[in-house]
């Protein structure tokens, strides 16, 4: 019985031929099982001893049947990956399909617009710890945008960061003042997605610490820089807003880019249209940065990269930039 076993075996080259001699040897009705139950029909010694023989010959024909399952599986996936589709990355390419993304598109822009305003351009990590997220930033341990709902800490203990804000310590310690730097790069906050949020976006922090900054200096600078964005002349308003990190704090609007500021369906009537927060560098924040407040002033901005790629595109739903659908992305070449 074990010859003719092993011999079937090796001609079993795929898992239903397999499958088949388990059923055949090992099923309710195979041949060792039929060996077990016409045990009960010895005696005594005999009994014993054919009994042991007989549960070795089941448990090799148990493990040789796994073994050749586990191999056949292996060469069934190899197969599968030698056919897949091969490509060939010597060969020429006759036509430039790819485009840039269009966040790309305009923080090239802007990192264009803001270095030839004399601001460096700087990187920095998507893994940040609790101090330069927050507490650098004059955001005290209580505060809500430290809650889970909206971090994601890592089990390590940092966290993506939720804000390019989390770069401004660093920098400043880089630098010292007078500084000019801007520094894009991708947050992330845990939120439910819908047309208008996305739990992964971009931004584009802006600093300028200098000796009498004024906020009259970033309205300058904002001003100047969105016209170029939008290519005509844009407006901006301020009105208060609160982050821990800059006093006074602001919430920039512009004037709509649909009607101009006379009022229509897309700014509510109202003539503006909400842009990016921003505001003086709050003295704690220069000192944790090194920086001497009694010396020194700032001003600081968030401008969401994303929210004016859809206002300069037009884009209605912030998923489709996320979407890694090209069809809808290669919409935006390269001028
Ligand atoms: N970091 C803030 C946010 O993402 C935006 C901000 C930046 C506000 C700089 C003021 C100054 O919500």
Known sequence: LRESFERELEAAKNSEAVEKLRVAYLGKKGSVTELLKGLKDVSGEQKKEMGQHINLLKKQVEEKIGAQIEKIKAAEEEALVASAEQYDVTL????????????????????????????????????????????????????????????????????????????????MKKYGAPLRAIFPGRCFRNEATDACHENTFFQME????????????????????????????????????????????????????????????????????????????????????GIDPEEYTGFAFGLGLTRLVMMKYGVKDIRDLNSGNLKALSQFRHE
């Not at 982050?243 to 369906?265: A, R």
């Open 92 to 171: 020429p390419v006759t036509e430039a399909e790819g485009s840039y993304h269009p966040i790309t598109l305009v923080q090239r822009q802007l990192e264009e617009i803001f270095a030839s305003m004399g601001f460096t351009i700087e990187d920095y990590s998507e893994i940040v710890d609790d101090y330069h997220c927050f507490e650098a930033l004059n955001i005290p341990k209580h505060h809500p945008a430290r809650d889970m709902q909206d971090t994601y800490y890592l089990e390590n203990g940092q966290l993506l960061k939720t804000h390019t804000s989390a770069a401004q310590n660093a920098i």
């Open 206 to 289: 802006g600093i300028m610490i200098d000796k009498n900054i004024s906020i009259s200096n970033l309205i300058y600078f904002m001003k100047t820089m969105l016209s170029e964005v939008f290519e005509r002349d844009i407006n901006v308003c301020l009105r208060p807003g609160f982050f821990p990190f800059v006093e006074p704090g602001f919430e920039l609007d512009i004037s709509c880019l649909i009607c101009g500021g006379e009022g229509c369906p897309s700014c509510k009537n109202s003539g503006w249209l909400e842009l990016c927060p921003c505001g003086m560098i709050h003295p704690n924040v220069l000192t944790a940065g």
